[in-house]
Every structure is written in C-alpha cells, then in structure tokens.
C-alpha cells in the first residue's frame, strides 16, 4: 500500500500513487485553487506523460479529478508536457501545453479550453480543433521547444507567451508570441531574452512584482510600480534560476538588472532540490504563489518498491525583498492551520559543542522556527575568497566540522543516537568587509541507506548577523525538509529517507558545534496535523 510508508508525506502535495513531476496550469477560478501536474498513470518511473488534475479551497487539502488531458493522435499522442493556465478576459480559463506528436519527442504547443466554465472544478477539458497552434520555427531543433508560460496582454490587446528552447552554441532562450485571439500566434522577431553557454530552458516564468508592498500582482500589470522577474529550468543543470529587471513592453525585450539569469552562480528560488517550478497570481489574497517539483533522491528500485515518485513544494508566497534584488519566499499561511502541540522554549545559550533536543513534537511531521543572536564575533574564520561556491562549501564543511563560529542550527530526522540526522545551520565568515552567512543543509549523515544520493546543498544568505537576527524554518515531512533562511531569503530543500530516524523514533534538536556560544532567542515547534491530499473517497460511508 503505498499510502502507508514511512517516507510517504503528511502534507506534501502528492499523488495516490506513481509518478508526478512537474506543477502546471496552477490557478484560482470562481474560489477554487486547481493544481495539474505531469504524471505517469501508469508507474512510479517517467513516463506516458497526462496532466492530472486536483482542486482545493486552502490550498492544504485537496481533492483529485479525472485525468484533464491525456495524450490522443495527432496533435499530443505521445504526451501531454508542460504549460500553463491563462485567464482570459471575463474570467475564461485556457490552457497551453506541449504535445508530443512522435516517439521522436517532435514538440508542438496546443491549446484547451474547458468544456464547461461554470463547472468551478473544470473537471472536463476539450482540445482546439485547430491544434497545434505553433509548431517549431526555423532553425529551432523540434525537440527543443517547449512548456509555454501563462500569457500576459499588452497595452496593444494581444497576449503574449513564451516558450523554452535552445539554439547553437548551447544558447538558452525564450522564444516570444503574440496573439490578438489566443488561437493564432506570431513569433516576435526577437527573442524574450537568451544566454550562450547555458543549456536548454524549460518552463519559462514571467511575471511582474510590486516594488512597494509584498502583494502579488497580476500577469499583465505594468508600470513603474513593477519589476519583472525572469525564471528559467536549466534542464542541464537540473536547477531554476530568476534574474530581476525590466520589461520593455514596446521592443519586447526582457533586461536583467544585474548578472545573468542562465548563470549557474546566479539567483535560484531554492538551493537544493526544486525544478520546473510556476507561479501564479492568486486574486483572492492578493499574493503570487510559487509551486515546484521536488524529485526523489532514492534510487529507481527503491521508487518502484514504494510504488510512487515526487511531491510538490508546500506553495510559497513569493514577493522582492526591500532591497530589491532578491525574492523572498515565504509557505502559504494557510499551512499554520496544520499547526498543533504549540511548544515554546524559553531563550537561552547555546553552548559551543552542545545539543539541545526539542520534545513534544512529532519530530517526523513538523514545523519549527528558531531565531539565533550573535554577540560574540571574535572567533569567526576568514573567509578565503576562493570559496565563491557555498554548495561547495557546504560539502567540505559539514555539520561535523567545528568551526569559530558555527555550525549552529537543527537536526532534523535524526535518530537517537545520531547515526542518522539531517542538519541544517549556519556558519559566520569574516568577509572582506562585512560578516559572511552560509546556510548549509548537510545530507550525508541523512541515512544509512547508502543507495541515495546524499549531496550537501547551500547558499550565502544576505543578513547582517551583526544587526540581524538568523532565523530558520524547517518543514519536516517524512521525506522531505524545506528550510528557509532569513525569514526565506535563501530556501533549500532536501529529500532524506531514514532508516532509523522514522515516525515515532524520530528526533529533534538545536545543536551548535562551534566554538563560540550563540544565542537562542526564540525556539518554537508545532506537531503537523495530516492534510487530506488526493485520497479519492475522504468520506468513510457508515452502512
Ligand atoms: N518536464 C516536462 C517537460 C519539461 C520538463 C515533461 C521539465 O515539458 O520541459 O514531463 O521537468
């Protein structure tokens, strides 16, 4: 039963069973949040590639429909891929996908509407007679052409959308459409945006943020209130990266502020693992919500075993930080519901090599933020400047390797006698002129099943530990833990399967194994309550 696993989530987003990767079509119509997403009806492994549907009112449980789109000859017979959802005027959802159209992956973007729009479920979807609506330009490899945007319209009424490929030289780009109908599209003479050296791009994100406020705004919005941000798949890299600039509407053109978007070294939504990720404007509240594919870390025998693989991110509220050149993430309040079994311990030091175990919680399902005080800077290592890299350095220095200052932070999943644990910290550096954060999340130690892939992840977070508090959130699920460093400025997330470290024999822990003492001034866990997520009858009939 693959239902009742100890690494089978507690309120991750997650199919019954199989295969899921990729979120698409994410969207809010008449109050129903729906959520599809690439699935394999048929197995735990890639493959025979739907969209599955399901819909919620919260966002935290969710009810799971008929399969909306499944492959059907000529225009998606070998797999329906990625895309999105567009609002059209008067509220009219529509649909943007790729169609494989051979077992050569011959790519081609299609369009589907719902049969019924007063259905707030939008249960059953039809195919434009007209599909494709796009098939590859010359000289684009038709391979390499996929995974349309959600639309956005300009100030001349026609829609726009972008779309994923590759040219020579390994260039990225987004090739760009517009429409006056939505059914016919016109390739722009120039691409939205492109970088040499990059791989392919897939699953292009574009949309506007406010610069005042942390509200979302809508796909279309322009103006100076706005920036655009800018994401990108790296399917070479398997990581998604975002650049922050402007918009010119008028020679649709996309300008990064700073760096590049395709660049390795650049801005990421989550240094660990998190891919194909979309957001979307969620009118209700206001807020743009980012949803992403976190893929399995254990090996394809141990997938098929268990009889599923993949979950999705808990949504993220997403908005630019105050400075202006990074987003924050932040989960969807709605997820405090969960809440339960408040503890609160009271502030306290942390010594240097000490430990320090939270009880009360249900250390397998649970959420815990913690805030840390600096004093005390002396003892803090120089940073060499050779370590631009903080993945890099993360995997030299893991959380058993003692520093000045640091690695303070949790222990997550973590078995009693810590054979087996999941940290998750920080380490201070003496920069050139400044303190250095690095936030690491150290999986080696994660299990003593040698079959996954332990790697480290991290990320240099940018807080001023001198003036600043470090704060870190951990959601613990099972499988799963997603942190967020500086009140979600820099996010990781890992995917760990303990053997000992499971259900009620798992433990949690602040620990500090520096030199230097640190402060506690806030440590607060919650048990999370289950969420009812795509069992297809929730309600136990009585007779
Ligand atoms: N997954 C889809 C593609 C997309 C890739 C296929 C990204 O459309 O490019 O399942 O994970």
Redesign the pocket.
Known sequence: DPTSQPYRTGYHFQPAKNWM??PNGPMIYKGIYHLFY?YNPYGAV?GN?VWAHSTSTDLVNWTPHEIALTPSDPVDGH?C???SATLLPRGKPAIL??GLVDSKET?VQNLAMPKNCSDPYLKEWFKYENNPILSAPIPINATLF??PSTAWLGPDQRWRMAV?SLIDNREGLILLYTSKDFEHWIKTNNPLHSEKHTG?W??PDFFPVSTGDQNGVDTSILGPNVKHVLKI?L?DYHRDCYTIGTYDVNKDKFIPEEGKVGGVPGLRYDYGKF??SKSFFDSAKNRRILWA?VNESSSWGDDIKKGWSGLQTIPRSLWLDKSGKQLVQWPIVEIESLRENQVDLPSKFLEGRSLLETSGVTAAQADIEISFEIKEFDKAEVLDPSWTNPQLLCSHKGASVESGLGPFGLLVLASKDLQEYTAVFFRIYKGQNKYVVLMCSDQSSSSLNNKNDKTSYGAFLNVDPVHEKLLLRSLIDHSIVESFGGGGKACITARVYPILAIENDAHLYAFNYGNEKVNITSLRTWSMKKAQINIANPIKSVA
């Open positions: 990767n990729d690439q890639w590639i797999g891929w990625s895309g996908y790729t790519q996929r995974d994923g392919m897939e699953c798949s399917f891919y194909a594919w």
